[in-house]
């Protein structure tokens, strides 16, 4: 089926230019950005879009990095698209990450890992509604 994704393009990789490059792995895999806003997070926003982790031991560390600069955040449209962005985002840790994803050729650590990518349909309708309102997704 035709799904939307929400995808994050992180502070490491705006930092260093990066939002082109990983945009080009979307297109070549078949995602068409439907939806695209550059913004800044404040902390408090950062946490709430990562709420369900907040008893990790990792929270203040990833809200502090995801409010540490500009993030791409865009909507992802195509057959299969949100295992098809995981799969081309690669595993969370880069160090698992298979050659020739995202996180396997741009992402910096764990926490500092380039992109975001929503894991299941719910999940997706929920982080595209935290970002986007219905005007802006031109399919
Ligand atoms: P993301 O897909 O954005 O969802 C939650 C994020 O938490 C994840 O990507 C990682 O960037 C981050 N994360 C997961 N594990 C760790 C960790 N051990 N240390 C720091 N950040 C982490």
Do not use: C, W
Not at 7 to 15: F, G, M, N, V, Y
Not at 21 to 29: G, L, M, R
Not at 87 to 106: K, L
């Amino acid at each position: 089926a035709i799904e939307r994704t929400l995808s994050i393009i992180k502070p490491d990789a705006t930092r260093r230019n990066l939002t082109g490059a990983i945009n080009k792995k979307f297109e070549d895999a078949g995602l068409r950005i439907v939806a695209q806003k550059r913004i800044l997070l404040s902390e408090a926003q950062a946490g709430e879009f990562y709420a369900v982790h907040k008893e990790r031991p990792f929270f203040g560390e990833l809200v502090s990095f995801m409010a540490s600069g500009p993030v791409v955040v865009q909507v992802l449209e195509g057959e299969g698209a949100i295992s098809k962005n995981r799969e081309v985002m690669g595993a969370t840790n880069p160090s698992d990450a298979a050659p020739g994803t995202i996180r396997a050729e741009f992402a910096e650590s764990v926490g500092e890992n380039s992109v975001h990518g929503s894991d299941a349909p719910e999940t997706a309708a929920e982080e595209i509604a935290f970002y986007f309102s219905g005007l802006e997704l031109v399919g």
